[in-house]
């Protein structure tokens, strides 16, 4: 008797418990189903080249990217927000979708609806574009079969003005190097060159700064597994005060810390703020960043 109560008891617990995940299971809702726009992007009124960056951003977050492939085509996923997170990771029914290509704002917009896969075709204006190349692979040896991934590398190099032949101690400069949505921090050697190890591979938009100079840009280039070889160009000299615009605010710097040694003003490192770096300024003056590249390697 006291054996059939102990089974009825335990029969009941496991009811108990199958029927709480059960409703547990059932308040989960289900992940919404992105939304899937597609078209064609038109850069300057002509199709885009592939491996063209296409973001899908709301309230300024970037929830879809993608590159153009075939001929100017692309198609993004935009997640849904996950009601069951506390946090917003997507798309909720209404919100405003801005899409950017190469990093510029292309009309039109859209707006997010869980499940809908709609035609859309891009088109937008970027002064001084420069389509993106596919890098030759750098030569490596043979694979072996114990060979693993490699990682991206980018081998950087920069030219500085007003410097000495290099190699020289004045090329040796503080750098932020912007790749894709990673931002790093590093130092040029007395050549100007820089190495940044496991950077996110694929079609990336690149920019680098010095916090003298105005910044520039490659748009978009695809980084290989292995050494990715890049000339970022001549960084041009005269942003005092850091905001990628070389204009009247800096040129106030330069005269309040005229004759010391100001590391802002000192724009060519020679450690004197003096006629050479307004020489500088006044060469640059009006320049703002970031300036697109053509790339070479
Ligand atoms: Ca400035
Ligand atoms: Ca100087």
């Known amino acids: 008797m006291r054996h059939t109560s102990l089974c009825r008891g335990l029969a009941a617990v496991l009811v108990l418990a199958i029927c709480s995940l059960i409703c547990a299971a059932a308040v989960r809702a289900a992940p919404p189903i992105p939304y899937s726009p597609w078209g064609t992007v038109t850069i300057n009124g002509a199709l885009a080249t592939d491996w063209v960056i296409v973001e899908a951003r709301i309230g300024g977050v970037t929830y879809a990217t993608t590159h153009t492939t075939g ?3 692309y198609a993004l996923d935009v997640v849904g927000d996950d009601p069951d997170s506390p946090q917003k ?20 917009s859209s707006t997010w609806a869980s499940g809908a896969k709609a035609r859309l075709d891009l088109t937008v204006s970027i002064p001084g574009w420069i389509p993106p190349v596919t890098p030759t692979p750098t030569a490596t040896p043979a694979p072996t079969p114990t060979a693993t991934p490699q990682t991206v590398t980018l081998l ?6 007003a410097r000495p032949t290099p190699p020289a101690i004045p090329w040796v400069v503080a750098l932020r190097v912007q790749v894709g949505n990673a931002t790093y921090t590093t130092w040029t050697d007395t050549s100007g060159r820089f190495v940044l190890l496991d950077v996110p591979g694929g079609p990336q938009q690149i920019t680098v700064k010095n916090a003298h100079t105005i910044s520039n840009r490659i748009a978009s280039i695809v980084l290989l597994p292995g050494p ?3 000339d970022l160009g001549t960084l041009w000299e005269g942003d005092a005060n850091d905001d990628d615009v070389v204009d009247i605010t800096d040129f106030s710097i ?6 010391t040694t100001d590391g802002r003003a000192d724009f060519n490192q020679d450690g004197i703020v003096d006629i050479l770096d307004f ?9 703002h960043g970031p300036l697109l590249l053509r790339v070479s390697r």
Not at 156 to 161: D, I, K, P
Not at 254 to 259: D, G, I, T
Not at 279 to 287: I, V
């Open 71 to 73: 001929g100017g085509w």
């Open 89 to 108: 990771d997507g798309g909720v029914p209404g919100d405003t979708v801005l899409f950017y290509v190469a990093g510029y704002l292309a009309s039109p």
């Open 228 to 230: 990715n070889d890049l």
């Open 254 to 259: 330069l005269r309040l810390v005229f004759a």
């Open 156 to 161: 950087g190099r920069v030219s500085l003005q």
């Open 279 to 287: 020489s500088l300024l006044r060469s640059n003056f009006a320049k």
